[in-house]
Antibody
Framework: EVQLVESGGGLVQPGWSLRLSCAAS????????MSWVRQAPGKGLEWVSV???????YYADSVKGRFTISRDNSKNTLYLQMNSLRAEDTAVYYC??????WGQGTLVTVS | DIVMTQTPLSLSVTPGQPASISCKSS???????????LYWYLQKPGQPPQLLIY???NRFSGVPDRFSGSGSGTDFTLKISRVEAEDVGVYYC?????????FGQGTKLEIK
């Protein structure tokens, strides 16, 4: 069974950094493209970043240059390094495997 | 970047009646590999999104057959043949033909 568990969220001040983790089970993170999607309170879904199975990475313009997606195949874990955080980054962050499986999300509050 | 536009943004439906949501993309979602990278999700209150339809018209595992997807190129539709109380939530279309991937604004379905 595919399972994704996000962690690492919390309350931080503007300008600070945070690293989110997404522990995967039931598959290997390098076998499929993996994404981060966020949802600000009361708002819609916003795609943030993707890492393809071959290692290519892409970002939304809103986070380009500040966020870095990566994976550790030995730990079967996806990461999102978030630097220079802003109030508008406040959201629940979901990791997703391909198009089909999502975690429960982790809340990041920048205030 | 591809912009996804959903209509309507809200829908109030009597149980047993049909519902339809439109999603239009600013560029064709037909890839050179022959697939069209358009997905439909439902986000129920307090839950992460769940996949309903992949590649325009394929129902994901466990999705009731009252849900169907259609369309091509830039115009897509999600239909619910007979709405049930458990269908309440926000529906999103999403494209993944090219990064940055993008979602529609969401359509909130409520029951009358």
């Amino acid at each position: 069974e595919v399972q994704l568990v996000e962690s690492g969220g919390g309350l931080v001040q503007p300008g600070w950094s945070l690293r989110l983790s997404c522990a995967a089970s039931g598959f290997t993170v390098s076998s499929k493209y993996m994404s981060w999607v966020r949802q600000a309170p009361g708002k819609g879904l916003e795609w943030v970043s993707v890492i393809h199975s071959g290692g290519s990475t892409y970002y939304a313009d809103s986070v380009k240059g500040r966020f870095t997606i990566s994976r550790d195949n030995s730990k079967n874990t996806l990461y999102l390094q978030m630097n220079s955080l802003r109030a508008e980054d406040t959201a629940v962050y979901y990791c997703a495997r391909g198009s089909s499986s999502w975690g429960q999300g982790t809340l990041v509050t920048v205030s | 970047d591809i912009v996804m536009t959903q209509t309507p943004l809200s829908l109030s439906v009597t149980p047993g009646q049909p519902a339809s949501i439109s999603c239009k993309s600013s560029q064709s979602l037909l890839h050179s590999d022959g697939k069209t990278y358009l997905y439909w999700y439902l986000q129920k209150p307090g839950q992460p999104p769940q996949l309903l339809i992949y590649e325009v018209s394929n129902r994901f595992s466990g999705v009731p057959d009252r849900f169907s997807g259609s369309g091509s190129g830039t115009d897509f539709t999600l239909k619910i043949s007979r709405v049930e109380a458990e269908d309440v939530g926000v529906y999103y279309c999403m494209q993944s033909i090219q990064p940055p991937y993008s979602f529609g604004q969401g359509t909130k379905l409520e029951i009358k």
